[in-house]
């Protein structure tokens, strides 16, 4: 990876209406004074609530409208208005609706009352529910768009038509940092957009358009509470501005603040145990209180400490994690954004804008402890006693070979017990592995600060009567800085346990304090904590310098058939991407932060593409036999510093056979290279979601082909019986980068229709066909799939395989107990390698319908706005035609992730009263069943009957705005008006990031009915 880029974005020529991108370089210097210019600025202002923004697809808007270079404007001599058009560079009024965009508008951002913008975005129709505030285990600080299920990396985010800083090595956008308050509209571009706006864009594209023209002062509060008085959310904005010189300029600013509360799942009936999903009973983790023991080597099982602390017996208390976990991560935010335009002569426009924020949230999850690590513990441990030490000497080495003489015999253990000192010959110790919670620590917290700034300077300008030029340069860095506390470290737990003394021991360096492991809860000292907890901590930077630059216009005629002349764009662009994470010791270490999973270690890359693109408009016909048809052809290539050239083309049109009916459509042929993550991420082990192990049970000991494939894989023969699944569903994992990858490729096209019939006033119907392929596709396989390529296809019920096949040998079992789970130095477990494997396809349906008359005492509004996922299916092998293909749309589970219903709708209904509106949104997620997998095509599956389907769900959210006074508004707002709870299916359907406390928080709200008020004061 590159160095981190000094440079800061120059002012370049640019020029208005004009398009096409020139691949400018800035080396200015200065730009990063600017995040320690702009620090807080925030007020404490802001109420907003606001309801589900109904889409409507790309449409007329009004003469203030921003013009960006990603979605171009141009005025319409016949209305004066600004016709933006989305998906295509070319300002031609006939292209305005050529490509499906559902535009959500300030006025439903304000009925929303949207405190983040994913508030409001992933509940469209077509977006699935990514990492966000719902999501605590395996969120890193940020929020993230998925645009039809197929990966938040495969659609593109922008800031008025500028690509954002991404927040980590994958370079995905965190679009919490979106200023929200000043957004003007988002254009939400559900369809290939690549050879428009470059990689990234296969799934389509989402565009925050912020005003430009803002003059007087808004300020504005929102508080939202919960019915249960928990998950305070208050957001405050003051946003400023001013035209000058004769309204030749124009400069705005808005501060803001943001302060969300935790909401934890022990606060929900539903949610204060953790369900098993294959019994319905409470469940829970093996790393418990009382203290979860195996003696590796031994036949022991898994055992437990017993209630009176006597002995072992069974493994009888699961831990019960769910109350502390969360189901709404707290933030608070401070942000800033200006931006200032400027006339500096006739046709010619210079302009800039900054934007800064400062967030702070915090995942929380349940207690750290030792998560089946195996610690040598001396047999005079002070806290080990009598009973439980001699059971631990009398376990036999193999129940199944006779004459083999048990771990230490009782004359050793009797004098073991006594022998403090190592030099004593007596002294013994064993190799014990361990799962106890550290309640005594509280929660594991990680606390992620993000600082983000970007600016961005450029200039518009008419070169002649028909062709403009635009430029613009942007640079902007974003640093996300993690602190964990609570966690514990392996080689201090070690060394604590390392006692033969309660007050000291054997190694006393560091401040050591030995650690009862055999107690109830409350044993473990605070004194234990401060020696063990030290707490860890890391960063991941990133920046991004871009350059555009292009022409636009036309030729000055037309074909025979039309009127309006062909028009063209062409220019050039240039990123430069650069990401990196650092730690500190612990982190790096696998294993050592006790409770962490993976370990980060140290990883660095960087890349730059230069592209160069064009688009042609042809209007073939006007005013004809048919009113209007129209041909757009688009191309761009790119030169990656990685993987070389790249192509990406499109060609599509519009087509209207009478007015109020028009045909559109667009095919597009689109890449996407490996971002930094997928190339230079270092491998590491971490902890994914599975619930079944060929090798758990009596299978190998009745099987001698598959006992032999559990020793070929690692586990130790003593562990042959009495291998387990984790109670907790989850698996070690390795995952990591892959310099060799390739890019991938798709192919995408949308058909549709625009229906506005002149006899229906107020009537407009959209519906749009949309179809992705990829090719090549840069995936990990799943679990699933890694099984099934070492036991065959039907594991769960009939395993197959060989020991010496290169897929069963490359996973690699616990070392001590033969599990997928435990200590991940020593445990790889799962090989989740990335590669250009892959194949994913989806494909659906959009219908919007939006109607609008007056009905004498009130005007009347309604909105709809659907989605159909007809498939939505991933391949992690394209060259096996035996492989497993998931199909996820309308189905849930481990290898789906996020949930994507088969249909899904937005319905809202308006009643506008003069100063006043009452608003009813109905918001519909189809059912959803288990997934098809290898076990449950055959009906094998081992869950409980009622966890294996979910029914469909309705959600009703009222809204009442009134004008207090001329400049005084407040909104009020039940949100999920009937106060539904979300479906139960247990904690082992699903992925831990997207399952928990019992259901899928990201799709089905877990916190009941809310309240909501905003108060916005304008002069």
């Known amino acids: 990876m590159g160095g981190q880029g000094a440079g800061v974005a120059c002012t370049f020529p640019f020029f208005r209406d004009s398009q096409i991108a020139l691949a400018i370089r800035p080396q200015c210097e200065g730009l990063r004074n600017m995040k320690n210019q702009i620090r807080y600025g925030a007020g404490t202002l802001s109420l907003a609530f606001a309801m589900v923004a109904s889409p409507s697809f790309a449409q007329i808007q009004p003469s203030e409208q921003n013009t960006t270079d990603e979605s171009p404007a141009t005025t319409s001599s016949a209305t004066g208005e600004v016709i933006v058009v989305t998906g295509s560079r070319i300002n031609n009024p006939n292209l305005e609706q050529s490509s499906p965009v559902a535009v959500v508008t300030d006025e439903e951002i304000n009925l929303r009352q949207a405190v983040v913008v994913d508030d409001f975005l992933r509940e469209i129709p077509g977006i699935t529910p990514s990492i966000g505030a719902n999501v605590n285990n395996g969120n890193g600080g940020s929020t993230f768009v998925d645009l039809r299920g197929i990966g938040p990396n495969r659609n593109l985010v922008l800031l008025n038509g500028t690509r954002v800083v991404p927040a980590g090595l994958d370079g995905i956008t965190n679009i919490d940092v979106i200023p929200t308050a000043l957004l003007q509209r988002v254009d939400v571009l559900t369809g290939g957009a690549g050879a428009a706006y470059g990689a990234?864009?296969?799934?389509?594209?989402?565009?925050?358009?912020?005003?430009?023209?803002?003059?007087?002062?808004?300020?504005?509060?929102?508080?939202?509470?919960?019915?249960?008085?928990?998950?305070?959310?208050?957001?405050?904005?003051?946003?400023?501005?001013?035209?000058?010189?004769?309204?030749?300029?124009?400069?705005?600013?808005?501060?803001?603040?943001?302060n969300r509360n935790t909401v934890f799942q022990g606060a929900r009936d539903f949610s204060q145990f953790n369900l098993s999903s294959f019994t319905g009973a409470a469940g829970g983790s093996s790393t418990a209180v009382p203290t979860v023991i195996t003696v590796p080597g031994t036949n022991s099982g898994t055992l437990q400490v017993s209630p009176d602390g006597s002995s072992l017996v069974p493994f009888y208390a699961p831990f019960n994690f769910n109350p502390q976990n969360i189901f709404q991560l707290p933030l608070e935010q401070y942000r800033i954004y200006g931006q200032a335009n400027y006339e500096v002569g006739e046709g010619a426009e210079v302009y800039a804008e900054g934007l800064y924020t400062q967030s702070t949230n915090r995942t929380t999850i349940a207690s750290s402890g030792t998560f089946r690590n195996v610690l040598t513990t001396p047999l005079s441990n002070p806290f080990l006693n009598a009973g439980i030490r001699n059971q631990i000497c009398g376990f036999d080495a193999d129940a199944n070979t006779a004459g083999v003489q048990r771990l230490f015999s009782q004359a050793e253990c009797d004098a073991a017990a006594v022998a403090t000192d190592p030099s004593d010959p007596n002294y013994r110790t064993a190799d014990i592995d361990y799962g106890r919670r550290f309640t005594e620590f509280g929660t594991r917290d990680n606390e992620y600060e993000t600082q983000l700034f970007q600016f961005k300077a450029g200039i518009r300008a008419d070169l002649f009567s028909n062709l403009s030029f635009e430029a613009f340069g942007s640079y902007g860095e974003s640093e996300v800085d993690s602190r964990q506390s609570g966690n514990g470290t392996l080689s201090r737990l070690q060394q604590s346990v390392l006692s033969t003394n309660p007050n000291t021991c054997l190694d006393d360096s560091n401040g050591c304090v030995p650690i009862n492991l055999f107690g109830p809860a409350g044993s473990i000292t605070p004194d234990v904590q401060a020696f063990l907890d030290v707490g860890n901590s890391g960063k991941t930077e990133t920046s991004l310098l871009q350059g555009q630059a292009f022409v636009s216009g036309d030729f000055g005629f037309a074909f025979p058939g039309a009127i309006t002349p062909l028009s063209v764009v062409a220019g050039v662009e240039y990123r430069e991407y650069t990401a990196s994470t650092t730690s500190d010791l612990l982190t790096q270490t696998p294993g050592e932060v006790l409770g962490n999973g993976a370990a980060n270690p140290d990883s660095f890359g960087s890349y730059d593409v230069k592209e160069a693109f064009g688009e042609l408009a042809i209007p073939i016909l006007e005013d004809s036999f048919i009113p209007e048809l129209t041909l757009l052809l688009g191309g761009r290539v790119s030169d990656y510093s990685t993987t070389g050239t790249e192509y990406t083309w499109k060609a599509g049109g519009t087509a209207t056979l009478f007015d109020g009916l028009q045909l559109r459509g667009n095919y597009q042929k689109v890449t996407r290279a490996p971002n930094i993550g997928e190339l230079f991420s270092p491998q590491v082990t971490g902890l994914d979601n599975f619930d079944a192990d060929p090798c758990a049970g009596a299978g190998p000991v009745n099987n001698a082909d598959l006992r032999a494939i559990c020793l070929a894989q690692g586990a130790p023969t003593a562990s042959i019986g009495s291998i387990i699944v984790d109670p907790a569903g989850q698996v070690n994992v390795t995952t990591g980068g892959n310099p060799n990858l390739a890019a991938e490729d798709a192919n995408t096209w949308t058909v549709g229709a625009i229906f506005q019939p002149s006899f229906f006033n107020g009537l407009s119907i959209t519906l749009d066909y949309y179809n992705i392929k990829l090719t090549d596709a840069i995936t990990n396989p799943t679990v699933d799939d890694v099984f099934a390529s070492c036991f065959g296809a039907d594991y769960r019920t009939a395993p197959t395989g060989s020991a010496a096949s290169p897929a069963c040998t490359a996973i690699r079992r616990n070392p001590a107990t033969g599990n997928l789970f435990g200590n991940v130095a020593l445990t790889p477990g799962i090989p989740l390698t990335v590669t250009n494997q892959g194949r994913i396809e989806t494909d659906g349906i959009d219908l919007v319908i939006n109607y609008r008359r007056e009905i004498g005492f009130a005007d009347l509004n309604l909105n709809f706005a659907g989605n159909w996922t007809n498939s939505n299916t991933f391949d992690s092998n394209q060259d096996d035609p035996d492989n497993l293909v998931f199909e996820c749309a309308g189905f849930f589970g481990t290898n789906c992730g996020s949930i994507i219903p088969e249909f899904s709708f937005v319905q809202r209904t308006t009643l506008g009263f003069g100063g006043a509106d009452v608003s009813l949104l109905w918001r519909y997620i189809d059912g959803v069943d288990l997934e098809r997998s290898n076990f449950n095509d055959a009906g094998q599956a081992p869950f409980l009957d009622a966890y294996e389907s979910i029914d469909a769900e309705h959600y009703f959210d009222l809204t009442a705005r009134f004008d207090v006074t001329e400049s005084f508004e407040m909104t009020v707002a039940a949100l999920n008006l009937f106060d539904n709870k979300p479906p139960i299916v247990g904690s082992n359907i699903g992925s831990t990031s997207f399952n928990s406390g019992n259901t899928f928080p990201s799709t089905y709200d877990p916190l009941g009915r809310r309240y909501s008020v905003t108060a916005r004061l304008r002069f």
């Open 200 to 258: 990234d864009a296969i799934s389509g594209v989402v565009n925050f358009i912020t005003k430009t023209d803002f003059a007087g002062m808004e300020a504005s509060a929102t508080q939202q509470i919960t019915e249960e008085g928990d998950g305070s959310i208050f957001r405050g904005d003051l946003t400023l501005g001013a035209n000058f010189e004769d309204n030749r300029g124009n400069a705005v600013l808005s501060v803001g603040y943001t």
